[in-house]
């Protein structure tokens, strides 16, 4: 009972982050969220957040060792990504985050962002987008490659995971049907990466602001 409620609780922080961020993006434009978005929403990061966990879970109870590994690598990578397309970008340093901030203070908040944003990713897709080198530190554009490329990387070390816990998997695991558990979770991920799309593609209140629809950048 406790794993459920924690579980709507986090997937209802999601859902309103996701909802904050498009009002941040489009706040010049009245917008209007209908309850099919909403549903799309709570459906995509449902089935994105709760299967992480669970694979997670399941790899960690059979290789313990191995999955700090795994978390450290995801966070770090998430963690530098920002920092390496503002290096690439060669933008100024950013001066306008708060006016008595010193240039060592300004660094630590923006480390800390980074740290936020890389522990969402490490989960769930996170709604905005660190951009160091942007006045306010979020992409404003929608980002269709990145999305992609994220969640076929997150679908195959998901799958990647689930096949170590099938091979090196306990007697504890004795009555569980093993093929079973690793189809489900990966047909879970799949659903919330299809309600996804669906939100984007159908349900999405500024979707005519696109330059072009999910599918069309797919």
């Not at 709760?50 to 997670?56: E, H, N, Q």
């Not at 191995?66 to 060669?90: A, E």
């Amino acid at each position: 009972i406790f794993m459920v409620l924690s579980l709507l609780s986090i997937v209802y922080g999601a859902l309103r982050c996701n909802i904050l961020a498009i009002k941040i993006k489009y706040d010049d434009y009245n917008i209007r969220v209908k309850p099919a978005a909403y549903l799309c929403i709570f459906l995509w990061r449902s089935f994105e957040i709760a299967t992480r966990v669970t694979v997670l879970v399941l790899f960690g109870s059979v290789l313990r060792i191995w999955v700090f590994v795994v978390v450290l690598l995801n966070f770090l990578g998430f963690f530098f990504y920002p920092w390496i397309l503002f290096w690439l970008s060669k933008s100024p340093f950013p001066e306008n985050i708060e006016k008595e901030f010193s240039r060592l203070g300004t660094t630590i908040v923006l480390c800390l962002l980074t740290f936020l944003y890389a522990g969402i990713n490490m989960f769930c897709w996170s709604a905005a987008q660190v951009e160091l080198s942007d006045p306010d530190l979020i992409s404003k554009s929608q980002n269709w490659y990145r999305m992609t490329v994220y969640y076929i990387m997150r679908l195959m070390e998901n799958a990647f995971l689930l096949l170590m816990w099938y091979i090196y998997r306990t007697d504890f695991y004795l009555y569980v049907c093993a093929p079973m558990l690793f189809l489900q979770l990966l047909i879970g991920y799949c659903m919330g990466i299809f309600f996804m799309l669906v939100f984007y593609q159908f349900c999405h209140p500024c979707k005519k602001l696109f330059s072009s629809s999910i599918t069309e950048a797919l």
